[in-house]
């Protein structure tokens, strides 16, 4: 009877936990979205226009819908990355670097040179050699934090900005065709991109990415990597509890490293699909910024790879309502870092609610010690 006590009183616990998330989650969201009504009230000579813009273009169209799944998708793959990494408490920030090298790598160069006109081919090895790409890059510095000391969260940084530079000189050096100012060869002859199907719908064209299906797959796998296996548990014992997973007999260097490997083959994987979902050549000479947009889904999912794909439903509608917002009013589309921003920093704020949460608390302990008081009275 005890144990079946102590067992239901950790269960409501939990359920205190979850629905002081869910509370704060909503509360923050709600903050920011009222931040940027407010700001685009202040700022817009169309205000109710705009609003209408911001918070409902995207579901008013079939080209806004396209372009709300076409930013969302390469946020799962980073969020989803980022989320594996932060598990096993290793702050490797190089997905920036690992995206842009493995849409580089994996998606254009495979396509050109090894699978020339075989797209089935070029999207299958496009994703596995983007993938190995990716993991290559965000394994420099977990190597060298295991070898040298080396602080992973600066190094990771640098790779970011060494894969760039070193991307732009191969390109501009060795594989730019003369014809661009600044792109490769076209892999596809139909100037149509492979990883697409569009289909048409009155005067509009609905785009099915299959870099979606891609993502949502990689959402699976993650959440069951991390939740339903062996490694999973140990990697996110070494996330939790360092010391202590070093103690029980776990390899939390060797857990470190695999969690990063892991993390940047998933990024490497995504900045292929992106390249071939978008594009008909490599044209990248800048970073995407998706690798920081996967610590922003990281900190929306909590390190859970099953919210991923609803944070960045969610991230990405916002960005496709500010930019047609802005297209249309001129509204600056960079309001929504704003918004961004307040949210993360409420999410991430501990003090936020700490009160209500303590209220939480007491009331479910008053609770489960009436119905404990009504089961001693009735027997």
Same mark, same amino acid.
């Given at each position: 009877?005890?144990?079946?006590?102590?067992?239901?009183?950790?269960?409501?616990?939990?359920?205190?936990?979850?629905?002081?998330?869910?509370?704060?989650?909503?509360?923050?969201?709600?903050?920011?979205?009222?931040?940027?009504?407010?700001?685009?009230?202040?700022?817009?000579?169309?205000?109710?226009?705009?609003?209408?813009?911001?918070?409902?273009?995207?579901?008013?169209?079939?080209?806004?819908?396209?372009?709300?799944?076409?930013?969302?998708?390469?946020?799962?793959?980073?969020?989803?990355?980022?989320?594996?990494?932060?598990?096993?408490?290793?702050?490797?920030?190089?997905?920036?670097?690992?995206?842009?090298?493995? /849409?580089? #790598?994996? @998606?254009? +160069?495979?396509?050109?040179?090894?699978?020339?006109?075989?797209? !089935? *081919?070029?999207?299958? =090895? /496009?994703? #596995?050699? @983007?993938? +190995?790409?990716?993991?290559?890059?965000?394994?420099?510095?977990? !190597? *060298?934090?295991?070898? =040298?000391?080396?602080?992973?969260?600066?190094?990771?940084?640098?790779?970011?900005?060494?894969?760039?530079?070193?991307?732009?000189?191969?390109?501009?050096?060795?594989?730019?065709?003369?014809?661009?100012?600044?792109?490769?060869?076209?892999?596809?002859?139909?100037?149509?991109?492979?990883?697409?199907?569009?289909?048409?719908?009155?005067?509009?064209?609905?785009?099915?990415?299959?870099?979606?299906?891609?993502?949502?797959?990689?959402?699976?796998?993650?959440?069951?990597?991390?939740?339903?296996?062996?490694?999973?548990?140990?990697?996110?014992?070494?996330?939790?509890?360092?010391?202590?997973?070093?103690?029980?007999?776990?390899?939390?260097?060797?857990?470190?490293?695999?969690?990063?490997?892991?993390?940047?083959?998933?990024?490497?994987?995504?900045?292929?699909?992106?390249?071939?979902?978008?594009?008909?050549?490599?044209?990248?000479?800048?970073?995407?910024?998706?690798?920081?947009?996967?610590?922003?889904?990281?900190?929306?999912?909590?390190?859970?790879?099953?919210?991923?794909?609803?944070?960045?439903?969610?991230?990405?509608?916002?960005?496709?309502?500010?930019?047609?917002?802005?297209?249309?009013?001129?509204?600056?589309?960079?309001?929504?870092?704003?918004?961004?921003?307040?949210?993360?920093?409420?999410?991430?704020?501990?003090?936020?609610?700490?009160?209500?949460?303590?209220?939480?608390?007491?009331?479910?302990?008053?609770?489960?010690?009436?119905?404990?008081?009504?089961?001693?009275?009735?027997?």
């Amino acid at each position: 009877m005890r144990n079946h006590r102590t067992r239901r009183v950790t269960l409501a616990n939990l359920s205190v936990q979850s629905r002081h998330q869910v509370l704060r989650m909503t509360l923050s969201i709600a903050i920011g979205l009222a931040l940027a009504t407010v700001l685009i009230v202040s700022t817009s000579e169309r205000p109710f226009t705009s609003l209408n813009y911001f918070f409902f273009a995207p579901v008013q169209s079939v080209s806004y819908l396209n372009f709300w799944i076409q930013k969302a998708v390469p946020l799962m793959f980073t969020g989803v990355a980022v989320c594996i990494m932060f598990s096993a408490n290793q702050f490797n920030l190089a997905m920036e670097g690992s995206f842009l090298m493995g /849409g580089f #790598i994996g @998606g254009a +160069l495979t396509n050109i040179y090894l699978f020339p006109g075989n797209h !089935i *081919l070029g999207i299958i =090895f /496009g994703c #596995i050699i @983007g993938g +190995l790409v990716g993991a290559i890059v965000t394994s420099i510095p977990a !190597i *060298l934090q295991k070898l =040298f000391n080396a602080s992973v969260m600066v190094t990771s940084l640098m790779m970011n900005y060494i894969c760039l530079w070193y991307s732009c000189y191969l390109l501009f050096s060795v594989f730019k065709d003369p014809k661009t100012s600044k792109g490769t060869y076209s892999w596809t002859d139909s100037a149509k991109e492979i990883m697409v199907t569009k289909i048409k719908i009155g005067n509009d064209k609905l785009y099915i990415f299959y870099s979606l299906f891609v993502a949502l797959a990689v959402v699976l796998f993650a959440w069951f990597l991390l939740y339903r296996t062996k490694f999973g548990f140990k990697l996110r014992t070494v996330g939790q509890n360092g010391h202590f997973a070093k103690y029980v007999g776990i390899s939390v260097s060797g857990i470190a490293i695999l969690s990063q490997v892991i993390g940047g083959f998933i990024g490497g994987m995504g900045g292929a699909c992106e390249i071939m979902s978008l594009y008909t050549n490599y044209r990248w000479v800048e970073l995407t910024g998706y690798g920081w947009d996967g610590v922003t889904m990281a900190v929306f999912a909590k390190n859970n790879p099953r919210n991923v794909p609803i944070a960045a439903l969610f991230i990405s509608y916002l960005r496709a309502g500010a930019y047609v917002m802005s297209i249309k009013t001129g509204i600056q589309v960079d309001m929504t870092k704003i918004v961004e921003g307040v949210i993360i920093l409420f999410l991430l704020a501990e003090k936020f609610l700490s009160g209500t949460y303590r209220k939480m608390i007491i009331k479910e302990a008053e609770r489960e010690k009436a119905l404990q008081m009504a089961e001693q009275g009735g027997e």
